[in-house]
């Protein structure tokens, strides 16, 4: 079953489209990865779900609620963390989740778990602004993740994280469906960081779904049509070149 | 449960900090201008509440309208800094019930500042002009009609707020706006209208079907810019 689909979503600014005819199918339980180049549409397709871009045509299905006429209800079901850290700079990152946790109507043990989740719980009390790049990726995450919510949007979540954060944020987003038993959708640029969090891949190129599949069916669909199978990254790349040299010899 | 967020969020803004000293020094500016020439305002004809608003109210609306125009460049300023308002809108909230709670949070600072300008005109009234009960009733009805005519500016003050991202953007149409206030003639009923004008207006010596315009003006003018507000969420949603 999909708690995700959309149905040829379709999002253009003036003569530009950056999601074109998308038409995805993510699984209830699954780690989705959508991965594609920088300006592949992923962050446009994330806000789409989210209410914070307007579809130009198309629809989609969360949950079996449908946008915009349940935005809200969808909104309930969503933890999510867009592009960059959203936070307020003069509260504390207690104080930032304490006022999603308000919004959601969630106990306020909720902080807590959240806190730890992310190991942030040392730094709760000090200001959200005066976080280094990866305490306030960590809170962008903490903000999504209170609650436990059964569907979880993550723009790029291990951006500027250091190794260690990268690989625990990594085994986290991968323990989530078993622990919590949510739908994790999660954007990366590299396919070798998605391969070691997802079950189920999306590729995104120019606002185009390339792909969409097992990783299995990805190395199979190379070998295929003759992509190097044995390199991840290399795969990606020839997947990417391929359709960028289809759309106009833009390499 | 908007307005209870809003408290929150307006920890370490300086907010409360601002209001209050503002509130002390407008308070203050009647004290020290009728302490400084108490004989000037002894021997000037009229009651109280029309010598001490003459003197003071202009000075006091001025003060008022900076404090809130500064307001509510913070109160949405804290929205845009850190792309607070992109997690807020990923929530189950209405962007326009973060404008009310706003509007909450605005109005009772707004109405703290008047308290204390109320306290400081009744104690010169009292201490200096003799001022019994019914003048003293006088001053409070005068502040009360100020209180309704700034309503307007502080509501605009807000959707102004809400729509520039920088927040200088937002203080610099403000700012605009008050000293277009100070430029516009005040006796020309129409121009006396405009949001920023209105609270200008003193009700001591006024006719009473001029401030029943006037009140109605504000109430009018306060409902057009909240529909103003809930307009243009709407829209900026439809071409986001």
């Known amino acids: ?251 | 449960m908007s307005f209870r967020l809003e408290c929150k969020k307006i920890r370490r803004t300086g907010l409360t900090a601002a209001f209050f000293a503002g509130g002390i020094i407008a308070g203050a500016l009647p004290v020290i201008n009728t302490a400084a020439r108490p004989d000037t305002f002894t021997t000037m004809a009229g009651s109280p509440a029309a010598v001490l608003a003459g003197a003071n109210l202009q000075m006091i609306s001025m003060l008022n309208l900076l404090l809130i125009t500064a307001g509510a460049c913070i109160l949405y300023h804290i929205e845009y800094a850190d792309n607070a308002l992109q997690k807020m809108q990923s929530l189950p909230v209405r962007e326009s019930g973060l404008f009310i709670g706003k509007c909450g949070i605005l109005l009772p600072f707004f109405l703290m500042m008047i308290l204390f300008e109320t306290a400081s005109l009744c104690f010169c009234g009292w201490h200096w002009l003799g001022a019994g009960k019914a003048e003293l009733m006088e001053i409070l009805q005068t502040l009360g009609f100020t209180l309704l005519l700034t309503l307007p500016a502080a509501v605009i003050s807000l959707v102004i707020a809400s729509a520039c991202r920088n927040m200088w953007t937002a203080l610099g149409i403000g700012i605009l706006c008050i000293f277009m206030a100070t430029i516009l003639p005040e006796n020309n009923f129409i121009v006396s209208l405009f949001p920023y004008v209105l609270l200008f207006q003193i009700l001591p010596g006024m006719e009473t079907a001029r401030v029943l315009h006037y009140c109605i003006a504000a109430v009018c003018e306060t409902a057009a810019a909240c529909a103003a507000e809930i307009i243009y969420l709407k829209v900026r949603r439809l071409f986001a």
Do not use: W
């Not at chain 1, 789409?48 to 299905?61: D, H, K, Y």
């Not at chain 1, 963390?81 to 104080?95: D, H, V």
């Not at chain 1, 930032?96 to 909720?110: E, H, Q, V, Y």
């Not at chain 1, 992310?118 to 209170?146: E, F, I, N, W």
């Open chain 1, 1 to 251: 079953m999909n708690i995700i689909q959309t149905r040829n979503l379709t999002k253009s600014y003036g003569d530009f489209t950056a999601v074109s005819n998308l038409n995805l199918h993510v699984p209830k339980g699954s780690v989705y990865g959508f991965v594609g180049p920088n300006g592949a549409g992923k962050s446009t397709t994330m806000k789409m779900f989210l209410g914070l871009t307007r579809p130009s045509s198309g629809a989609f299905v969360i949950d079996k609620m449908s946008y915009p006429h349940n935005r809200v209800k969808i909104l309930r079901e969503i933890g999510s963390f867009i592009e960059a850290p959203a936070f307020y700079g003069n509260l504390t990152g207690e104080e930032n989740l304490d006022i999603i946790r308000r919004i959601l109507k969630l106990p306020k043990s909720a902080v807590d778990d959240a806190l730890e989740l992310v190991d942030l719980t040392p730094y709760k009390k000090r200001l959200a602004r005066k976080y280094s790049l990866g305490m306030k990726q960590r809170l962008g995450l903490a903000g999504a993740l209170l609650g436990r919510p059964p569907i979880l949007i993550l723009d790029e979540p291990t951006n500027g994280l250091d190794p260690v954060g990268i690989h625990e944020i990594r085994t986290l987003i991968r323990s989530l469906p078993d622990k919590f038993d949510c739908t994790v959708f999660v954007s990366s640029h590299l396919l070798s960081e998605i391969e070691l969090m997802a079950d189920h891949i999306g590729v995104l190129n120019h606002g185009h779904l390339l792909f969409e599949g097992t990783l299995e069916e990805l190395k199979e669909k190379a070998a295929f049509e003759g992509y190097p199978d044995d390199n991840l990254e290399d795969m990606f790349l020839a997947l990417i070149e391929e359709d960028n040299i289809k759309r106009g010899g833009v390499k």
